[in-house]
């Protein structure tokens, strides 16, 4: 940490400045200029608040050089991380993963229609909500544990994968057999509680982007999952609220780089709810794959226009089906496979 003192700031400030970081543990480099002193602050601990040294007297400004995080950061694991979501299915290598299915499991045939749609069109993994995070209380809430049941069997029916919602630390053991990656909405980000128990779970854990959460809170978030020593962390990017109106969220795209430079945690992007608009879907799948998203998560719904939720957002199969012709497209332009 780099910690400029004012002009006018005394030799006794200097010093408490001084003895106040090396109370913290660190090793202090002063370097006297012609007119300021710049307090260099050297040590291992991460666990500190910049604005702590920032209201002490003669401090003029304190940057912040190391990650508050480690387990989640480039630091100590240069390497991007490959992370097996399950069947040999590889994510955060050269292959670009898409997983794909309705908003909310609704019944059989919806869903055994919608798997063999997106397995058809080339999806790996099966997403549906069997918990659903809703705004309104009033509105579908899901099928539970009947739609865990579906989410396996239509799954394994068409040779793939299944990502559903974890609402709560009591649907974690519940949904063990049926998933094989845990999905924590954007809601759910910052419940710390939950991110711990799903620390000491030993499966894949994709986590959204929190509605209004910074890239560093959604890599802090992520840190509580690892630090518990589930290293399997995908992070996912979903929109944030912004001022903007004409979509349901603004799709930060510009987050996937910036994740891959900070951590070497796989990143997937969903167009779908950071638009919530179909027609905006393809368009900026399309610019997630070429950000360089390890994974994309899309909402496709047999029957769009009939779904219990996230219909607007919901592709109709074909337009799925040409979604996924124009990524493979994109895929070689950008070192990448589908
Ligand atoms: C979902 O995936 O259907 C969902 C509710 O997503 P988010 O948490 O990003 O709103
Ligand atoms: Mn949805």
Do not use: W
């Not at 055994?112 to 705004?135: D, I, M, N, Y």
């Not at 394994?156 to 990502?163: F, K, R, S, W």
């Amino acid at each position: 940490m780099i910690v400029a003192m004012l002009e006018t700031a005394s030799e006794d400030q200097i010093q408490d400045v001084t003895d106040h970081l090396m109370r913290m543990g660190f090793a202090v480099h002063r370097t006297t200029g012609a007119r300021q002193s710049v307090l260099a602050a050297v040590g291992k601990r991460i666990d500190f608040d910049i604005r702590d040294l920032e209201v002490l007297s003669g401090v003029e400004k304190v940057h912040r050089i190391s990650a508050p995080y480690k387990l989640v950061g480039r630091q100590f694991h240069p390497h991007d991380s490959v992370i097996e979501l399950g069947k040999g299915v590889m994510i955060g290598g050269p292959q670009v993963i898409v997983m794909a299915g309705p908003c909310s499991v609704e019944s059989r045939d919806q869903l055994f229609k919608a798997a063999e749609q997106v397995a058809k069109a080339g999806a790996k993994v099966l997403r549906g909500g069997a918990f659903k995070p809703r705004s309104s209380p009033y509105t579908f809430q899901g099928l539970g544990l009947e739609g865990l049941k579906l989410l396996r069997e239509a799954a394994d029916a068409h040779g793939l994968l299944v990502i559903s919602e974890v609402m709560e630390i009591s649907q974690i053991d519940l949904m063990l057999p049926y998933v094989d990656i845990y999905q924590v909405g954007a809601r759910n980000m910052q419940n710390f509680n939950l991110l711990r128990e799903l620390g000491k779970v030993r499966k894949p854990v994709l986590m959204k982007r929190g509605i209004a959460a910074t890239i560093e809170e959604m890599l802090l978030s992520a840190e509580y999952i690892m630090s518990g020593g589930n290293y399997d962390v995908v992070l996912c990017e979903r929109g944030i609220r912004t001022f903007e109106t004409y979509t349901r969220n603004t799709l930060d795209i510009s987050a996937i780089p910036i994740v891959h430079k900070l951590s070497h945690l796989p990143i997937t992007s969903d167009p779908s709810h950071g638009t919530g608009l179909r027609d905006k879907v393809s368009p900026m799948a399309c610019a997630s794959l070429a950000a360089g998203a390890d994974a994309l998560i899309i909402e496709v719904h047999p029957d769009p226009d009939h779904a219990l939720s996230d219909g607007a957002q919901s592709l109709y199969p074909e337009q799925f089906a040409e979604l996924m012709e124009k990524l493979r497209l994109i895929a070689p332009a950008v070192g990448r496979t589908i």
